[in-house]
């Protein structure tokens, strides 16, 4: 009986040892580990890839895209139509990123306003006639999403001193990522649309267009991804142009 007791006793002292132990290992010492090395080595990538503007304020994460649309009307305006979740009309000031369709509302806990990310969830082939997206697709489907994406594009981008024809189109700037979120377009679509951002913010061509080389970051490593321009740092960059 005292050698169970004493077999128990001692077995519940290594269980507690080695859970102290453990604990310490663990939740102390490796976090500060890891903590300080990634401050030391990786600071910007560890505290969130921040984006600062001129003055020093965080305006963003290079890992997160944002929309840059004008406000949208107050409730009390009668332009405000009775959609409360009418998407906002871009504002052509600023270099456009991705389309996000596939971003979604919380409806869940609605103490917080948060974005949901996610994609369309739609076949390549949705609302297409004959195997092709042309403009007798059906409301609400892809295809009629990404025809009046490129109307859109074609439009907003057109200047007097600068056509765009629909086959200059990138497929990024018609379709979202799979996330929503994503911070890059491609250095074809950047550049579609630097006479309309000369334009609306009374800037030279040639300004804008080193603004967009200067923001260009290639393949990773050489070969890795494709060429692609951060938007977030393309505005902040150009926001600080423009208040010269």
């Known amino acids: 009986m005292n050698n169970s007791v004493g077999n128990t006793a001692r077995l519940i002292g290594a269980g507690l040892r080695a859970l102290l132990v453990l604990t310490v290992i ?35 994460s290079s890992l997160i895209g944002q929309t840059y649309n004008l406000p949208k009307p107050a409730p009390s305006d009668p332009t405000a ?12 000031k600023w270099f456009q990123p991705r389309p996000s369709n596939g971003l979604g509302s919380n409806s869940v806990n609605t103490q917080y306003s948060l974005v949901l ?13 004959n195997g092709k997206c042309t403009k ?3 409301e609400g489907t892809l295809c009629a999403q990404v025809i009046a994406a490129k109307e859109a594009v074609v439009a907003d981008n057109s200047t007097a001193s600068y056509t765009v024809e629909p086959e200059d189109v990138p497929a990024d700037a018609v379709t979202s990522s799979g996330s929503g ?11 579609l649309q630097v006479h309309r951002v000369a334009e ?10 080193k603004l967009v080389a ?12 494709e060429p692609r321009v951060n938007v977030l740092e393309l505005n902040t960059a150009l926001k600080a142009l423009t208040e010269r």
């Open 26 to 60: 663990c939740g102390v010492i490796y976090p500060l580990a890891v903590t300080g090395i990634a401050q030391a080595l990786f600071h910007d990538k560890a505290n969130g890839s921040e984006i600062k503007d001129k003055s020093g304020q965080v305006v963003g």
């Open 81 to 92: 139509g009775d959609d409360a979740e009418e998407t906002a009309e871009p504002d052509l």
């Open 117 to 129: 990310s996610g994609a369309t969830n739609r076949s390549a082939d949705d609302g297409a006639v």
């Open 136 to 138: 007798d697709a059906e």
């Open 181 to 191: 979120l994503d911070p890059d377009i491609s250095p074809e679509y950047a550049r």
């Open 200 to 209: 609306q913010n009374k800037l030279d061509v040639r300004q804008v267009e």
């Open 214 to 225: 200067d923001h260009t970051t290639g393949r990773t490593l050489g070969f890795m991804g």
